[in-house]
């Protein structure tokens, strides 16, 4: 089996961008996959910086059995022992969040999208060469970037779940899944296996630079 984690960034890369590129390039390496940073616009101009993360769909990457995408602010638990392409199963995450947004989507596309096809949040991505060969067959830069000013990347997976067939295929584990991307102001953080920086300490509290909450989070030994 070859695999491969991805990351993708388009502009120059900041403190936290760099720690994540580090602490991933790291993970890879312990679940025996390759790493790829991603830079630019791989699937050109059309499509929106988080759109991009489409390129896992690219036939360049059809050496590779499995591909994972991660946003370029997730990071490994500091002493966790999952693998992502062992441990896991499916494709994306669908928790009590993505379920909410999932309904906001076909509200506002619902000639382009469904709530039979898939919604995943768009932090991790996790496919298979039959699931990513399904989706590119389907894909069209030019439709896709109608998703630039909402839901981006999500709408873009939906849409092509929706023209492909695609069934619902989520992460393994409690709440959809979440804890293969487990935003890092919610409770249970220590039983994560992956954690998605968000910029606040808390659900309800006000908005902070996400380098101070990573801060914070290597202050309790919970990343490195």
């Given at each position: 089996?070859?695999?491969?984690?991805?990351?993708?960034?388009?502009?120059?890369?900041?403190?936290?961008?760099?720690?994540?590129?580090?602490?991933?390039?790291?993970?890879?390496?312990?679940?025996?996959?390759?790493?790829?940073?991603?830079?630019?616009?791989?699937?050109?101009?059309?499509?929106?910086?988080?759109?991009?993360?489409?390129?896992?769909?690219?036939?360049?990457?059809?050496?590779?059995?499995?591909?994972?995408?991660?946003?370029?602010?997730?990071?490994?638990?500091?002493?966790?022992?999952?693998?992502?392409?062992?441990?896991?199963?499916?494709?994306?995450?669908?928790?009590?969040?993505?379920?909410?947004?999932?309904?906001?989507?076909?509200?506002?596309?619902?000639?382009?999208?469904?709530?039979?096809?898939?919604?995943?949040?768009?932090a991790v991505y996790r496919m298979n060469l039959e699931e990513r060969k399904r989706l590119r067959k389907v894909m069209d830069v030019n439709e896709l970037a109608v998703f630039n000013r909402s839901h981006v990347d999500e709408g873009c997976m939906n849409r092509l779940s929706f023209l492909s067939g695609q069934k619902f295929s989520t992460l393994s584990g409690p709440d959809g899944g979440a804890e293969w991307c487990h935003c890092s102001f919610k409770e249970g953080i220590e039983n994560a296996a992956l954690i998605h920086i968000r910029p606040k300490f808390k659900l309800t509290g006000p908005r902070v630079p996400k380098i101070d909450v990573y801060q914070n989070l290597v202050s309790r030994g919970l990343v490195e």
């Open positions: 089996m070859r695999n491969i984690i991805l990351q993708h960034y388009d502009g120059k890369l900041g403190e936290l961008e760099k720690f994540s590129v580090d602490n991933i390039k790291r993970y890879a390496e312990r679940c025996g996959a390759e790493y790829e940073l991603v830079l630019g616009k791989p699937l050109g101009s059309k499509l929106c910086p988080q759109s991009q993360k489409l390129c896992m769909l690219l036939e360049k990457y059809d050496d590779y059995d499995m591909v994972v995408m991660l946003d370029i602010d997730m990071f490994e638990r500091k002493g966790q022992t999952a693998n992502i392409f062992t441990d896991a199963t499916g494709i994306g995450m669908y928790s009590s969040i993505q379920q909410e947004l999932h309904k906001g989507l076909v509200k506002t596309f619902p000639m382009l999208c469904g709530m039979d096809a898939p919604y995943w949040g768009g």
